[in-house]
């Protein structure tokens, strides 16, 4: 059974960073698409980010390209997004989720991934 933990989130300046973490257990991730996804209230679900767990290969949301990094620390089973140069758009609650597969067609959408943590909320102030 895979369990995904969020941490990280908080209220941060405009402008400001945050690091989010994505503690995976459960079983290996080899062969495996990390994602991250945001949801805004009132707003759909969307994607964020996602990365390759053997390749490390990396994939963005344009909203957030150049501002976000994706990465994963294999010893540690942690999957990381880097948010810098925030802005109050970016306010919602980031969601962590994990497919066993490596396939790129649908990985920008929620339905791919099999499981999911329970979120962590962000909070950018103007």
């Known amino acids: 059974q895979v369990q995904l933990v969020e941490s990280g989130g908080g209220l941060v300046q405009a402008g400001g960073s945050l690091r989010l973490s994505c503690a995976a257990s459960?079983?290996?991730?080899?062969?495996?698409?990390m994602g991250w996804f945001r949801q805004a209230p009132g707003k759909e679900r969307e994607f964020v980010a996602a990365?390759?767990?053997?390749?490390?290969?990396?994939y963005y949301a344009d909203s957030v390209k150049g501002r976000f990094t994706i990465s994963r620390d294999n010893a540690k089973n942690t999957v990381y997004l880097q948010m810098n140069s925030l802005k109050p758009g970016d306010t919602a609650v980031y969601y962590c989720a994990s497919r066993a597969s490596t396939a790129l067609l649908g990985m920008r959408i929620g339905n791919y991934y099999d499981n999911w943590g329970q979120g962590t909320q962000v909070t950018v102030s103007s």
């Open positions: 459960g079983r290996t991730f080899s062969g495996y698409t």
């Open positions: 990365i390759k767990w053997s390749s490390s290969s990396t």
